[in-house]
């Protein structure tokens, strides 16, 4: 097993996925300070989403690179994600984008066709220090209309306490499978106070765990012909939700949808009223404050029991890109080539947003990580070896694909249509959804 210095310095394999709306790299159960910031106030304007954390990190980096470029000011436009997308969207419409946008990779193949994102690859901006796998997971059609802002990978994330309190063991997460995870939340809801579960309703929430299943079954969430999978793999995902549903596992239909629409610092997960949720690797350090440092990651299940079949993979957190329409183009990628090539900058930001796609940052930062970095930094090494090929990028219309299967499913798990319907009424409306 290699040290965990020599895992932040090898170069990673990667590539994007999906996540938009629902199927979101830190969304939806993402905080955000809901704040507008100094919107306005400055040369240049930077937009993001995420978490306190996040906004603490990156407006101390910004107050850090007015030693750098001490005539810049920054306006700082940070959100959250529910509300991120509509109002980027607006500002985008209105010729009023922010120079620097934190991006998402289900939206990056539709921004950059549009021409709202600048081709990097047409600038000054420094690539020669950039793990070359992360640097192609923010190209489109050769030019580079994004840059990797860090690498995470999909996980469960598991609260010690609620498997205690209900005497439940901690699983192999190298071995277990579905089923496993079924039997297992069922015991934690069974054994715990009313209210509180052994698992998040993975048909609710969406996201890394929709992935992984429908990789297992040999499908992705998007082809080169429109969506990677059929009616039939789809229903067995449905099928799954209900499973949960139905034993206890996880939450009834309605409290399963609330949480949903919720920040992370709001989900039954962070306040200690679920065992186990779905996430990115990087958002262990968000909800490892909320639970006193408890957290613990594992892996996705399998369904042969097999981590080596799990099908997990690298993917980029978040980029970085510039607006086409920027006036101040050569500020803004400036600051971005700072954001990621500076030391300085990394030992601020940390692996809050993932472990850097520098390579020299990744290894400078190792003394300064926090527990909760390493425990993000410790799983990507671990899963190094069980890697499956990285899914392909998120097409235009793939938002609204996303969002008429969250629709089918909600349908679902309220007992308003069956996985068999729901699944192939997901198919048919893709078709005139995809551009």
Known sequence: MPTRRAALAAPLALTSLVSVASLSACGPNTAGSGDSGDAGSGDLRFAWWGNTTRDELTRTALEAYQDVEPDLTVSAEPGDWS??????????AGGDAPDIIQMDEGYLAEYSSRKILLDLS????????????????????????AVNAGINAPVLLANPDLFEAAG????????????????????????TPEGTYGVQQFGAAGGPPLSVF????????????????????LEKWM?????????????????????????????????????????????VVTLDAALDGKV??????????????AQLWYKASMYFSVAATSQKQDDAVALVDWLLNSVDAGKILLAERGVPANLEVREAIVPEL??????????????????????????PGGGAVDDALARHVEDVLFGREKPAEASAAVIDEASGLLG
């Open 122 to 145: 047409t600038t000054d901006f420094d690539t020669d220090g950039i793990d070359p796998d992360a640097l192609d997971a923010g190209m489109v059609d050769e030019g580079l209309f």
């Open 239 to 283: 099928d799954f939700a209900l499973e949960l549903q139905d034993s206890g596992a996880a939450p009834p239909a309605s409290v399963a949808v609330e949480e949903a629409g919720q920040s992370v610092d709001q989900a039954l997960f962070a306040v200690g009223k679920c065992a186990i949720q779905a996430q990115w690797s990087n958002q």
């Open 83 to 92: 509300g991120y997308w509509d109002k980027l969207a607006t500002q985008v």
């Open 214 to 233: 429908l990789r297992q079954l040999g499908a992705d969430r998007f082809g080169p012909d429109g969506v990677g999978y059929t009616a039939d793999q």
């Open 168 to 191: 439940v063991d901690m699983p192999d997460d190298t071995t277990w499978t579905w089923e496993d995870l079924l039997e297992i939340a069922t015991k934690i809801s069974e054994n």
């Open 296 to 309: 613990v990651i594992l892996r996705m299940p399998s369904m042969t029991g097999s981590a080596a079949d």
């Open 370 to 395: 926090t527990d909760s970095d390493l425990k993000a930094v410790d799983f990507i090494e671990a899963i190094a070896d069980e890697l499956g090929e990285a899914p392909p990028l998120t097409p």
